[in-house]
């Protein structure tokens, strides 16, 4: 038997790698590179030769068990050989592992995430093969995507040199809004139209922001909820979705010319719950809206007011043949719909402990008195509120009472308020002598006992309901309403919080509207998408482009109609109303 360095040094193994490079060697040599040296009767070359020959295509999986059934061969080689295996094999898993598929937007998001913190517009393609594993991740352009994307060649020429069968699109807006602009809209359809010619198909188009995003995949899936890119070993593209949609609901529109009167009969001493200021208020709209309800939803047995405020519109749906949902965000506007829409208090009761708050004498400063008095209220009057908004917690003894007592509070104080209506500042003359006065709530409980009250976010209610009519009337511009009403949401929770500047705000981080920021669009479209009605009825006063940036209406016309019009047929019901504004106002507002 020869030994190895019998062998000449050319036709060694060590020698020919070294030479000639590992493709030069057969697999029996590169193992015998591994053992080093042969056993008694075996050089290495023959060793390596009988253990690939032993355990042929199996030979990755072999054990140290397996190689000590080899005569000659000990532990320390059966564990190099094992080892070395168990490296190659580790490698290989890991190189398999990184193989990135993308199945949905959440996947590509998770790609791109860095892009929604930049300053600048970018324009970055995913190119994917038929199994939509990622091959490149691009940046096509930056800047301006109406100048910097000048032909689809840009996307599309990559494409072809990478062999890829499908594009995704991401595009961040630095300015937070990933709502889609109409440039974006123009630009999809350009690019979806030339990847379908040439037969790469673009499967998404991908809108970042710091607020959000806007996936065209699974906006124009709809309520499809299976939003991953194959289903049902079918590959999704933009193309075949655009053309499903290109049959929209029809829109028409109606001006309403017809006089609607008012009267509103309040007896003495008390309250109803269209008595206060509040912006947006619709009381003098009650008889348009409900002629509409009429005569376009026939058979209404559900009404939901989810941006209630007051709650005036869901009360003038409070009938026995309707339930009514209300829901508001604001604590000081939930105790009030409490209070008017749900479950009965004794009105006798709460009458005598009106009594009682109204007489109470405050001499001493109290938490109300302190961060409100001599600005919102007169100092009197704000040692009072505070006193009996403290009594409030010791003399109720139900919910509904406490609701009650609140709201008889919450209109009081409105009255007394030095204030043009609303609690964003307050006047600078304090002229307000009137005191403050708690009033009995005029209510009628007959038709309270089905209804449902809720303080949630909208957006998150609307998954946990249905009904026959959605009524919808949110905020229109970037004036949030804890921000207007702040001193009373204050003084309903009763928490005592820390107040900081002139207008004494506490933290409301927790109750601001997604409808009063940036992504208003994508908030509206989100409602719209999960809403389970019959009939949705929107209220939406455009206050265009004024002169003050924060009365600009947060969502476009367009993009309002856009959105409705994927849920079903629009109709326009307009009328000309002067709403109350920050500006003078009376109490029926």
Same mark, same amino acid.
């Given at each position: ?8 040094? %050319? ?11 590992? $493709? ?29 020959? !032993? ?107 990478? +062999? ?29 139209? =030339?990847?379908?010619?040439?037969? #790469?198909?673009?499967?998404? &188009? ?6 959000? *995003? ?39 529109? /109606? ?66 043949? %309707? ?5 508001? #965000? ?8 409490? =209070? ?40 009197? @009057? ?20 406490? *609701? ?9 104080? $409105? ?33 309270? =006992?089905? *209804?449902? #009250? ?63 920021? !940036?992504?208003?669009?994508?908030? &509206? ?8 009605? !019959? ?5 939406? +006063? ?24 994927? /849920? ?17 106002? @009376?109490?029926?507002?």
């Amino acid at each position: 038997m020869p030994k190895i360095k019998d062998i000449p040094k %050319i036709d060694r193994p060590r020698e020919r790698f070294l030479k000639k490079g590992a $493709d030069a060697l057969s697999k029996s040599d590169l193992l015998a590179i591994l053992l080093g040296s042969g056993i008694k009767g075996k050089n290495v070359r023959q060793l390596s030769e009988s253990i690939i020959k !032993k355990f042929g295509k199996n030979f990755l999986n072999i054990t140290v068990d397996d190689l000590l059934e080899i005569s000659g061969i000990g532990q320390a080689k059966a564990l190099q050989i094992a080892s070395a295996i168990s490296l190659v094999k580790r490698f290989y898993d890991e190189n398999k592992t990184n193989e990135i598929v993308i199945k949905n937007s959440q996947d590509v998001l998770s790609l791109t995430y860095d892009l929604r913190d930049k300053k600048k517009e970018h324009l970055v393609c995913l190119y994917l093969n038929a199994r939509n594993t990622l091959l490149k991740k691009e940046i096509v352009s930056i800047g301006l995507l109406d100048k910097a994307l000048l032909h689809p060649r840009e996307i599309f020429y990559p494409a072809t040199e990478l +062999n890829a069968a499908s594009v995704i699109l991401v595009h961040n807006h630095p300015s937070g809004d990933s709502s889609p602009s109409e440039k974006d809209n123009q630009i999809i359809e350009k690019i979806v139209q =030339a990847g379908e010619i040439m037969g #790469i198909p673009v499967i998404d &188009f991908i809108i970042v922001s710091i607020n959000g *995003n806007y996936s065209f995949f699974e906006k124009l899936k709809g309520q499809n909820k299976n939003f991953d890119y194959i289903a049902d070993g079918l590959q999704g593209t933009l193309f075949n979705l655009l053309e499903i949609e290109k049959s929209p609901y029809e829109v028409t529109i /109606k001006k309403i010319e017809k006089p609607y009167f008012h009267f509103s009969k309040t007896k003495s001493n008390t309250f109803q719950l269209q008595n206060r200021r509040y912006l947006g208020n619709k009381h003098k709209l009650l008889g348009f809206i409900e002629d509409i309800v009429l005569e376009k939803c026939n058979g209404v047995k559900s009404f939901c007011d989810i941006f209630a405020g007051t709650g005036v519109v869901g009360e003038r749906f409070n009938k026995p043949e %309707i339930n009514v949902i209300s829901n508001d #965000i604001l604590f000081s506007n939930y105790a009030c719909l409490k =209070a008017f829409l749900g479950t009965s208090a004794n009105i006798d009761t709460i009458s005598e402990k009106i009594k009682l708050l109204n007489n109470i004498q405050a001499t001493e400063d109290n938490y109300f008195s302190k961060h409100f008095g001599n600005t919102y209220f007169s100092t009197e @009057n704000a040692r009072k509120i505070g006193a009996i908004r403290e009594e409030i917690e010791n003399i109720a003894e139900t919910e509904e009472e406490k *609701n009650t007592l609140i709201c008889s509070l919450l209109y009081a104080v $409105d009255k007394v308020a030095n204030t043009v209506g609303h609690y964003d500042a307050f006047r600078k003359d304090l002229d307000m002598i009137q005191s403050v006065k708690l009033l009995t709530p005029d209510i009628d409980y007959s038709n309270n =006992a089905t *209804n449902k #009250i809720y303080k949630e976010d909208a957006n998150i209610l609307i998954r946990k309901i249905s009904c026959d009519v959605l009524y919808i009337d949110p905020p229109y511009n970037s004036r949030q309403y804890s921000d207007a009403y702040h001193l009373l949401e204050n003084l309903a929770e009763w928490k005592k919080p820390e107040v900081v500047g002139v207008a004494k705000k506490m933290d409301r981080s927790h109750i601001k509207s997604s409808y009063c920021l !940036k992504n208003a669009t994508q908030a &509206f479209e989100d409602l719209i998408r999960n809403a389970n009605c !019959k009939h949705i009825l929107l209220s939406y +006063n455009n206050t265009g482009d004024s002169k003050g940036g924060r009365s600009n209406a947060r969502i476009a016309d367009n993009n309002i109609l856009r959105i409705l019009k994927n /849920k079903g047929e629009v109709e326009i019901f307009e009328r000309d109303y002067k709403a109350f504004t920050a500006g003078k106002s @009376n109490g029926d507002g």
